[in-house]
């Protein structure tokens, strides 16, 4: 099972809302991955956590927040953001970090009016 | 700066040919490539990984590493116009580094 869960898949917000994305996987992987992704273009890196802790952080703006509730959870807090934020933004989880292959969630598609 | 390569493509191929996907990256320290398909409007799947220099075969997918060079690809036989979609190279940073970076990616169409 390589199973990375998120959700909601689409969220409509406007700028001055405050929602959250959430991430699941159940397993055991010690590193999980926060990208966003503008259309026709790669993923970006945003977050890493490791083993529960923040490990990158690719000065990502503050009205981005992450979070790792624990082990199989990963969830990132959305607050005062721009129409320029709307992207597609995909959580992954990888066993050993960068040294072994990320497996990614279906992703959020996130749209700010 | 850390860069991973790749042509954007569009790179079409006729069905039932050989589709190759290349990408050199900046850094010697990366240890770990991996290659991620993207169907337009879905998220990045894997396909392939490789660690070693050498060919990796698994079904109609060849990766394909030269450390020396910097340089990996993708070779993918018997294309099939399923398999038209963008191709990501992904790269890790250094060993024990967590840090994955991306290509472009390359836009592969396969004519039926």
């Known amino acids: 099972d390589t199973e990375v869960t998120q959700t909601p898949k689409h969220l409509v917000m406007g700028m001055t809302n405050k929602k959250s994305l959430k991430c699941e996987q159940h397993m055991g992987h010690r590193a999980m991955y926060w990208y966003k992704q503008k259309a026709k273009k790669p993923p970006e890196l945003m977050f890493v956590y490791s083993y529960e802790k923040l490990s990158i952080n690719e000065s990502v703006p503050s009205r981005f927040s992450p979070e790792c509730p624990n082990s199989s959870l990963l969830n990132l807090h959305l607050h005062a953001l721009q129409p320029e934020d709307s992207a597609l933004y995909l959580c992954?989880?990888?066993?050993?970090?960068?040294?072994?292959?990320?497996?990614f969630g279906q992703g959020t598609r996130l749209t700010v009016v | 700066q850390k860069e991973v390569e790749q042509n954007s493509g569009p790179l079409s191929v006729p069905e039932g040919a050989i589709a190759s996907l290349n990408c050199t990256y900046s850094?010697?320290?990366?240890?770990?490539f991996f290659w991620y398909r993207q169907y337009s409007g879905k998220s990045p799947e894997l396909i392939m990984f490789i660690y070693s220099n050498g060919d990796k075969e698994d079904g109609r997918f060849t990766a394909q590493l030269n450390k020396a060079s910097q340089y990996v690809s993708l070779l993918i036989r018997d294309s099939q116009p399923s398999d038209s979609a963008t191709y990501l190279c992904a790269v890790n940073i250094a060993i024990g580094d967590d840090k994955i970076i991306f290509g472009k990616g390359t836009r592969l169409h396969i004519l039926p």
């Open positions: 850094d010697r320290g990366s240890q770990s």
């Open positions: 992954a989880s990888s066993q050993d970090g960068g040294d072994t292959e990320a497996f």
